[in-house]
């Protein structure tokens, strides 16, 4: 079965970084489109990034030149590298696949950006 799980989160001092790592399994993750989401407290779910099979990019306006995402396909992962990081990146951060139709999300991992 599809599982993906995240790992990564933690607090951080503004103008840090952090690394989110995302493990496939169930699929071909080679064939298939990966995300990054995010949520914070009170607020709807959003795109963070996409990356295409083939390795195209998109990403919200909100993280552009701050955060990179990149993907493994020999060892089924998925990164996000947040540079630069503002107290208004703190949410929980889901990586997410849409496989046969259906909507997969892992646990999500929490990213605190305080002081």
């Known amino acids: 079965q599809v599982q993906l799980v995240e790992s990564g989160g933690g607090l951080v001092q503004p103008g840090g970084s952090l690394r989110l790592s995302c493990a496939a399994s169930?699929?071909?993750?080679?064939?298939?489109?990966m995300y990054w989401y995010r949520q914070a407290p009170e607020k709807e779910r959003e795109q963070v990034a996409r990356?295409?099979?083939?390795?195209?990019?998109n990403y919200a306006d909100s993280v552009k030149g701050r955060f990179t995402i990149s993907r493994d396909n020999a060892k089924n992962m998925v990164y996000l590298e947040m540079n630069s990081l503002k107290p208004e990146d703190t949410a929980v951060y889901y990586c997410?696949?849409?496989?046969?139709?259906?909507?997969?999300w892992g646990q999500g991992t929490q990213v605190t950006v305080s002081s």
């Open positions: 997410n696949a849409w496989i046969e139709l259906k909507n997969y």
């Open positions: 169930g699929f071909t993750f080679s064939s298939y489109p």
């Open positions: 990356i295409l099979s083939a390795g195209g990019r």
